[in-house]
């Protein structure tokens, strides 16, 4: 799945992330990264022990969580708190595959989708590039946009030339594991959408969401 949801932000909060970070301690991102990440790693993370998160969190993660086209793709059953990431000129990602379990031992979590929320564009460079069968995408969003993608897949961070990069980075465990799956229900959502919206009373409409309802049952992990 590689899914671009258009303005999870809207202009004023992006307003007020943006000042926030403008005050925040960052520090060296490789102390986050795992052994492998950490070899082709070159950013800047807010510090964990800053008191910013929090209200980052209720500003940028809350957002997130609740957009339906997020909630129809991911299918989260667990969200990791955001790392708010910072590219000054000349820092990149390497091509990585992100960790395949995350978070202390009293909450470890799988890693099925990884997100990227864009807090600013006035920058250049600096896109997601993600390795697909089909060949590398190209992912560029606009401030308040976010980028979700499978966590197995190879992606990096193009080296940012201009301009300094904010973006907040999550990812989640999905209540459904397997990519192939959870891409079949989200296609089945937004088709039963728009048959719901067309045909709200028809056979069809009662058809699709109960295939969909039960699809999700059978392959849902919780």
Sequence with gaps: MLLLIKKVLDPQRIKEVQELLATGEFVDGRFSAGAEAAKVKYNQELSPNSPLHRRLNAMVMSPLVQNPEYQAAVMPLRVATAFYARYLPGMTYGFHVDDPVMGPMSGRYRTDVSSTVFLNDDYEGGEIVIRTAYGEEKIRG???DAVVYDSGSWHKVAE???????????????????????????????????????????????????????????????
Excluded: C, F
């Design 142 to 144: 606009d401030a308040g």
């Design 160 to 222: 940012v030339t201009k301009g300094v990069r904010l973006v907040a980075v999550t990812w989640a465990q999905s209540l459904v594991k397997d990519p192939q799956q959870r891409e079949l229900l989200y296609q089945l959502a937004q088709a039963r959408e728009g048959v719901m919206k067309k045909l709200p009373e028809s056979t069809e409409a009662s058809n699709i969401s109960t295939v969909h309802i039960n699809l999700l049952r059978m392959w849902s992990e919780v």
